[in-house]
């Protein structure tokens, strides 16, 4: 069962990342900042989009880094491709492969942007493109579900958010983020009890807000792949402007919603969800306030800073679909109609 | 009924806008021109935002701009928002009154950018903090569910892409668009008899791709807001990195797939589902390869230009979902959850 093998070797993963990483991630910032970028131009699919949605909320907060999440097919299909000018163009992808991403990066290269490649595979055609190659540093990924690449995308993220800031601060508090995940480890066992809950269920919506969007992002995406439950994502506000109209009662909401300064607009929602429409509510957090609201709470070490929750709040979201994809007897490791590598154009 | 009544306005409410926004837009153009903008940093939420997923496929393929989708809660709740040198700061909103939306162009201003609101409210408080204002003149808009202020807001879009390209044919492609709209009405009584085959549906997925990736995110909006449905739209590349699991024998896929330069990819993947995967298929085409792959097939003008198929293809799904909404027997003027006007943070 190499699916829950691989999420339980997240935190040594991620140790091996910061240990070898750190001197190119330097370089990548030094580089960055004598370029003069005025935003950054991200290419992503799937589960690297989704730490490419991270990158969006932690370089803008914290680097100040407008970024634009690129829609590939104006590469690929469109004649003319947009003018980067100043950008720094990012592609985010396991293996390096898709060509969509490629395209991208190439475009990016033939505009003279400074290119950086975020991948597990150093050797691909996606690093051999760019300037820049950060090396993850995962190992080989066998489950079809991305969950160690997904941890460790972020954390490179991360790496490169601390090396802009030059806080010593930040490069501290990821040190312990191994350890952390760590302790998210002892829920396993509830979780695969919590699990039997979700066995008929086919839908729900996911909730998380600011850095935590991409959680939501993510954990639905692992809901869809393995348990084949029509799992979607929104952030907290866009919820309101619409989608908030299919709750009915006892409808299954999962929502993250750590400390931090998105927590009390979270707080709200998850208010009205279970007071106004009775929905039926799974939260993963670390404030009492949240969990009491939960039909099922999840909790977090308390005292994780708000910028690495995502980083930590994945795990039992991944733990929780691994426990699903069991109860409801579907393959752990090659989930129907998808494959490990997916080449769109 | 408002909403049956606001769908039917529509070429109406175009020609006016039309009519009465060119001088406007050339203007907004030239001072767009003038100022050397090296990005479009857009914000919206809900309705308002498919139309921007419309202006970053328009924008960056006629007209050359990349575009950052702005997420507002870096505004509202982070320390520091990302800087904004050389962007044009462009707010979406029907009533201009949402909080956060109204706080990006704010910032915008500050940062001594240009600005712009595309509104429906021209003395709203969005109107009043931006540099100019594109007015959509689409009159009252009485049912929660928006229809004739998201083709407003596409057309809008549209007109300044018309604008800064310089393009007169394009600008005679745009007085065309009330026909063809006019023609599509013609379907409302066969989509009437399409939608009870719906009645029992509780969830399904939308696809589209390029300039329709809006079409496909505004589409399963109306089907969420009016019928309750969990419909969940995707490019048609992101679906095949996961959620294509999710894909039973019977499983529901409502597809937008007119000719252009996705159509190719579109077809492929609608292949896959029908002949593979065993989905139901309900397409809005004017292709027949791919309508007749359509358990329900929904036929366009043949002639559309490619870059206006947004505009026109929305319709026959807003006629879908209003007439779904009947079916199941809820209220199409007021949802239950929701209001018109959503002050978010």
């Known amino acids: 069962m190499s699916l829950h093998s691989e999420i339980f070797e997240q935190p040594a993963r991620l140790e091996a990342l910061l240990g070898s990483q750190r001197t190119t991630v330097e370089e990548i910032a030094r580089a960055i900042r004598a370029r003069g970028v005025a935003f950054a131009f991200l290419a992503a699919r799937g589960t690297s989009d ?7 909320y932690l370089w803008g907060s914290f680097n100040r880094l407008p970024m634009a999440l690129a829609t590939p097919s104006l590469f690929t299909y469109y004649q003319q491709p947009p003018l980067l000018k100043d950008a720094l163009v990012v592609g985010i992808s396991q293996s390096g492969m898709s060509p969509d991403i490629l395209a991208v990066l190439e475009e990016g290269r033939h505009q003279g942007c400074l290119t950086l490649a975020i991948t597990n595979a150093p050797g691909s055609p996606l690093a051999k493109c760019a300037d820049y190659v950060l090396d993850i540093q995962a190992g080989p990924e066998m489950a079809v579900a991305a969950t ?24 501290r508090d990821l040190q312990l983020l ?26 729900c919506v996911v909730l998380g807000r600011g850095y935590n ?31 908030i109209a299919m709750v009915a009662s006892g409808f299954p909401v999962f929502a993250v919603a750590p400390q931090g300064r998105v927590f009390h607009s979270m707080l709200e929602v998850l208010r009205r969800l279970r007071d106004d429409l009775s929905a039926d509510l799974l939260v993963i957090s670390n404030e009492d306030t949240a969990l009491e609201l939960a039909h099922v709470p999840v909790r977090l070490p308390a005292e994780i ?36 590598v997916t080449e769109t154009q």
Not at 50 to 56: E, F, K, Q, S, T
Not at 148 to 170: C, D, F, V
Not at 216 to 243: I, M, N
């Open 50 to 56: 989704n730490a490419g949605r991270y990158a969006n």
């Open 148 to 171: 160690k690449t997904y941890t460790a995308e972020l954390l490179a993220i991360a790496m490169l958010s601390a090396a802009l800031s030059g806080s010593e601060q930040a490069w």
């Open 178 to 203: 191994p350890q952390w995940i760590e302790r998210v480890f002892s829920l396993d066992e509830s979780l695969a009890l919590s699990a039997q809950r979700y066995r008929y269920m086919s839908q």
């Open 213 to 243: 969007y991409a959680t939501a992002f993510e954990w639905a995406l692992k809901l869809k792949e393995l348990t084949y439950v029509e799992a979607e994502p929104y952030s907290s506000a866009d919820f309101q402007h619409g989608p």
């Open 305 to 340: 800073p708000e910028w690495l929750t995502p980083i930590i709040g994945i795990v039992p979201a991944q733990l929780l679909a691994y426990h699903l994809t069991q109860a409801k007897g579907y393959d752990t490791e090659k989930p129907r109609s998808i494959r490990k």
